[in-house]
């Protein structure tokens, strides 16, 4: 009888409980991502190369978007906007492009807060449009579990395109409720637009407000909004640091151009579907299905569609290499969002009624809150303790070597061979202005793809003008492109684990 009670007791306070629980574990992350994000670690989220090297060419005044097929060979994948916010904060604080630990901490700093600041809207969005704190509490916490176990999030544009997009949310809503207030709409449109000059995705924001109005044949608000959107585009081509227009769009469109593969989306998406993302892919689909045949509301539809071309659109850059299931952290933010919504209604929430479901769903949260925290301790554990301190230490010192010893001018070229440990990471950021090819993966896949030529880099090797080749000490020095360097370099000294070449002239 004893047993019952509890059980039952349990049942009706089994939402309760898995708040609870999530509280505690969303705590016991936010303690790992702290301590990760001081860490000496180059690597926190999967390319934070591509994120603090912008950071540092803004902080030295020096253009983001070039010819990728000249020296310095540097692709710029992502608009600018993340960029431009954290180089100005570091410019305030008088931090100085080569203080490399401070841009890794500046840029951390930026996502971590990005991120709670878009959690925290959802929340406070969740509440105030449902009037039910738990269910708004247990949706953010969970869009925060996820977001952590993505990494994505963590020194990356996409904390502020998650944030861009919680706004985007709201003011659609907004826009919808208050009918006789036109203001929102123009927020809205000016929340999309930036989002794709954060990231080139942000665009889909856009592309489904568009296809809304067309759906409702406000024609009228479309002309009007669209004139504003372009006009705003337009700004921030004139304000932000593109360089000329015809660089930005080289950049922002070759340098994400990458080899599709079947391989990797099931490496780096679909096998991390099953306990995180599976359930909300056919509670959202469910919940669309419904939507689209009943229409409920205008706001209903409208996330509605926007979480189908989001997904679309994630799912089909996902084949990309160098893609991950966190392409799909704005769909994640609209689907608990578009859920969360429903099931709070209590004529669906009737509808849809059941024992299990109540016993079912705050079960699945522990599980999910349970399995993302511990997945993140044991990621960030080696992050934490890797002694990545030692590697800092070592190449800033080979740094002050070829700039103070061998007095380094800007235009003269240093190529980096990095190795199989992360070897070399930080001396791409300490030689910012001098680094040959910073990002050789992207060279190396834009070279596969037949994206862009490098014949010039060819002839730089042949005229030998690369002033310094660093490599490990005691590995003959090779690059990305495969171009031999035999009798173009001579040994110059060691410094550290690593050999200096000079060219042999």
């Known amino acids: 009888m004893e047993i019952n009670k509890s059980l039952i007791w349990i049942r009706d306070k089994s939402f309760m409980i898995a708040l ?109 449009a449902t009037k039910k704190p738990v269910a708004a509490l247990l949706a953010s916490i969970y869009i925060f579990h996820i977001l952590s176990f993505w990494f994505l999030t963590t020194s990356r544009p996409d904390s502020l395109l998650i944030l861009l997009t919680s706004l985007f949310i709201v003011s659609v809503y907004n826009a919808l409720k208050d009918t006789e207030n036109r203001l929102w709409w123009f927020i809205a449109i000016f929340i999309a637009v930036s989002a794709f000059f954060v990231k080139q995705s942000g665009a889909i924001l856009s592309i489904s407000l568009g296809l809304f109005w067309i759906i409702r044949r406000e024609w009228k608000t479309l002309l009007i909004l669209t004139g504003f959107g372009i006009a705003v585009f337009g700004a921030y081509l004139l304000i932000l640091p593109i360089n000329t227009i015809e660089l930005f769009f080289t950049n922002i469109i070759g340098g994400v151009a990458n080899s599709a593969s079947w391989g990797w989306f099931y490496d780096w998406t679909l096998q991390h579907w099953l306990l995180q993302f599976a359930p909300l892919i056919i509670a959202n689909v469910v919940v669309s299905a419904y939507v689209i045949y009943y229409r409920p509301s205008d706001f ?133 202005n001098n680094a040959l090819i910073p990002f050789p993966d992207l060279v190396y896949l834009a070279d596969l793809n037949g994206t862009f030529r490098f014949d010039k880099f060819k002839s730089m090797v042949r005229r030998k003008d690369i002033k310094y080749v660093i490599s490990l000490k005691g590995i003959v020095p090779v690059n990305i492109l495969n171009v031999d360097f035999t009798n173009t370099l001579k040994y110059s000294s060691t410094v550290g684990p690593y050999d200096i070449y000079e060219a042999d002239k």
């Open 300 to 432: 209903q539809l409208f996330i509605t569609l926007c979480s189908f071309l989001v997904f679309l659109f994630s799912t089909s850059t996902a084949f990309k290499i160098g893609a991950g299931v966190g392409y799909y952290q704005d769909y994640l933010l609209l689907a608990v969002v578009q859920i969360t919504l429903f099931f709070s209604d209590p004529i669906n929430a009737n509808r849809f009624d059941s024992g299990f479901l109540r016993a079912a769903v705050p079960m699945y949260l522990v599980m999910a809150f349970m399995h993302c925290t511990l997945f993140v301790f044991m990621k960030y554990k080696s992050v934490i303790h890797s002694g990545f301190e030692r590697a800092y230490i070592d190449e800033r010192n080979v740094s002050e070597y070829l700039y103070k010893e061998k007095n380094l001018k800007p235009k003269e070229w240093v190529y980096i061979c990095g190795g199989n440990h992360m070897e070399g990471y930080f001396l791409n950021h300490f030689f910012v």
């Open 20 to 128: 609870i629980f999530g509280l505690i574990s969303a705590f016991i992350l936010l303690i790992i991502k702290f301590q990760a994000s001081i860490s000496y670690h180059p690597d926190i989220s999967g390319s934070e190369g591509s994120t603090i090297l912008p950071i540092q060419l803004l902080v030295s005044g020096n253009a983001l978007y070039l010819d990728p097929e000249a020296a310095p060979f540097r692709l710029s994948q992502y608009t600018p906007l993340y960029f431009s916010i954290v180089a100005f904060f570091c410019k305030i604080v008088d931090w100085s492009a080569l203080e490399v630990h401070k841009m890794y901490l500046a840029s951390r700093l930026f996502s971590n807060m990005f991120t709670l600041a878009a959690v925290s809207t959802a929340g406070i969005f969740l509440y105030r």
